[in-house]
């Protein structure tokens, strides 16, 4: 089965603390896709990141940050120095190798308060 | 990337009632999708689209309740039918322009009374 779980259903935490929001999968492929997307309040869906299962180097992109483990098939996703805007849902998803199909987890919830 | 706009972006419905939502992007693309985003709920694949083809329907939804054209390679349309409560969501499309990457539209919010 192929299988997303985003257990942290809503964080909370006050402007420029750093924040992880964790990600495990599930899926026999060996070869696959994984995707971070940001929803914020206003709906849409914003690519942030793709990851191949080769490439397990961990990526930095300002203050985003992700770590790829595939001995704990998870890939986390850190913001540091959070701020007011990075409030939104975070959504986790797999794609398995030549399929087009998108498998979601159930969002994470960030809110940042000033 | 690509720049993908849908209409309307949210409508207000009758029980019973059908609302078709478009979905326009900026660049021809082979494959296109339409999600399914239930209140506070993770989003769940409709269908894809692509284009000369009849849409592929995943397990839960059939083609009466969420017809889909794709005339060509910009556009397509999803067609809510004799719709219900229940079909209160966003709906979302999105393309692949062969990156193996899913962009988003905006999404169309649709409140069924």
């Known amino acids: 089965a192929q299988k997303v779980t985003q257990a942290q259903t809503e964080i909370s935490v006050v402007e420029k603390e750093d924040v992880t929001l964790d990600c495990v999968y599930e899926?026999?492929?060996?070869?696959?896709?994984l995707f971070w997307y940001k929803q914020p309040p206003s709906g849409e869906l914003v690519f942030l990141i793709r990851r191949n299962s080769f490439d397990e180097q961990n990526e930095i992109s300002g203050r985003y940050s992700w770590n790829f483990q595939k001995s704990t098939s998870s890939f986390n996703f850190t913001i540091t120095a959070s701020q007011v805007v990075d409030s939104a849902v975070y959504f986790c998803a797999l794609s398995p190798y030549n399929t087009d199909k998108l498998i979601f987890g159930t969002g994470t919830r960030l809110q940042v308060f000033p | 990337s690509a720049v993908i706009s849908q209409k309307p972006s949210r409508d207000i419905c009758q029980r019973g009632t059908s609302l078709t939502i478009q979905c326009q992007v900026d660049?021809?693309?082979?494959?296109m999708f339409w999600y399914r985003q239930q209140p506070g709920q993770s989003l769940t694949l409709i269908a894809t689209a692509n284009q000369g083809s009849e849409a592929t329907y995943e397990s839960g939804f059939v083609i009466d309740k969420f017809p889909i054209s794709r005339p060509n390679l910009t556009f397509s349309t999803l067609t809510v039918s004799n719709m219900s409560p229940e079909d209160s969501s966003i709906y979302l499309c999105s393309v692949d322009r062969n990156e193996e990457t899913q962009y988003f539209g905006p999404g169309t919010r649709l409140l069924v009374l």
């Open positions: 660049s021809q693309v082979t494959m």
């Open positions: 899926t026999r492929d060996t070869t696959y896709y």
